[in-house]
C-alpha cells in the first residue's frame, strides 16, 4: 500500500467512555447517557480538531462507541465537522467494503495534501468493521466485530 510508508510513525491514543452505566465504580461517581455521552465525545473530538487546524500536520482519527454508537458518532459529527465520517448504517446501505471505506479516507487526505492541508478529523463508529463483513476480533477493545 502505498500510503503506509507515508506515515511511518502512528499514536493511537485512547478515551474510554462507556455510557449507560455501565463502568460505575469507585473511580467513576455517576452514569450518564445519551446527551451527556454526544457532549463529552464532541468537547473532546472537537480539541482534537482544533489541535489538527492549529498543529497543521496531523490527521485524528476518532472511534466512537457506545450501545447507540452510529447514533453517538452522528450526533458527535453533527456537533464538530469533521472532514470524513463512516456510520455502520450508511456503510452497510451503500455496500461498501473495506476496502472501498480505507480508500475514501486515503482519497480525502491525497486531495487535502494537495491543496497542502496536511491535517484534518475523521470520525468511525466503533465496531464499524461488522458492516462491511471484516471477521475477527477489534484491535482495541477485541470485540468480535462480525459473526456472519
Not at 469533521?82 to 475514501?104: F, H, S, W
Not at 482519497?107 to 475523521?122: A, C, P, S, W
Request: glycine residues 10%; contains cysteine.
Amino acid at each position: 500500500m502505498r500510503f503506509a510508508p507515508l506515515f511511518s510513525l502512528c499514536c493511537l491514543p485512547e478515551c474510554i467512555l462507556l455510557v449507560y452505566g455501565t463502568q460505575r465504580n469507585q473511580h467513576v461517581e455517576m452514569s450518564f447517557g445519551f446527551d451527556t455521552a454526544t457532549k463529552v465525545y464532541s468537547e473532546l473530538t472537537g480539541n482534537l480538531g482544533l489541535d489538527a487546524i492549529s498543529a497543521k500536520k496531523t490527521f485524528h482519527f476518532v472511534r466512537l462507541m457506545g450501545r447507540s454508537a452510529s447514533h453517538i458518532t452522528l450526533e458527535v459529527a453533527l456537533q464538530t465537522h469533521p472532514n470524513l465520517t463512516l456510520i455502520g448504517e450508511e456503510v452497510e446501505a451503500k455496500k461498501q467494503t473495506l476496502a472501498q471505506c480505507v480508500n475514501a479516507m486515503v482519497e480525502l487526505i491525497m486531495e487535502r495534501g494537495k491543496l497542502g492541508k496536511n491535517y484534518g478529523l475523521i470520525i468511525l463508529v466503533c465496531w464499524w468493521g461488522r458492516w462491511v463483513g471484516v471477521q475477527g476480533a477489534c484491535g482495541w477493545c477485541g470485540r468480535v466485530v462480525c459473526e456472519r
